[in-house]
């Protein structure tokens, strides 16, 4: 479900038919461990603060992997969202619930993702 989301969120950019590996090298488990640099990058995607340049791409690219099945992601960032999506329902439900009232409204993707999101063991 929002597996693809939060991986192209905090992971992907979009460039040309692939998402960049430019954003892969980032270290996860430093933003999740930090709530004020967690906390950034879901101001960003909430519209609630300012966006860095990765940010920023990560936002405008959201709904294009929800869209396509995360189909210009990386294996990498496969990887990645799913350890994100595991930590934010997790550790900060607030932060996913708001993550998907903005990106999901209609439920939408919730419904197209349930089964992958369930059999990765991720606890919607």
Do not use: H
Not at 3 to 19: I, K, P, S, T
Not at 81 to 108: F, S, T
Request: proline share 2%; glycine share 6%.
């Amino acid at each position: 479900m929002k597996v693809v989301l939060l991986l192209v969120v905090v992971v992907g950019v979009a460039y040309g038919e692939e998402y960049t590996s430019k954003f892969d090298n980032v270290d996860l488990d430093q933003i999740l461990s930090s709530d004020r640099l967690l906390g950034n990058y879901m101001n960003c995607l909430l519209d609630k603060g300012k966006c860095t340049p990765d940010g920023t791409e990560l936002k405008k690219n959201l709904p294009d992997a929800l869209e396509n099945d995360c189909s210009k992601c990386s294996a990498k960032q496969r990887d990645g969202a799913k350890k994100v999506i595991r930590y934010l329902i997790d550790n900060k439900r607030d932060y996913w619930d708001q993550v998907a009232a903005k990106y999901d409204p209609e439920g939408k993707y919730y419904k197209k993702y349930q089964e992958e999101a369930k059999k990765e063991n991720i606890k919607l």
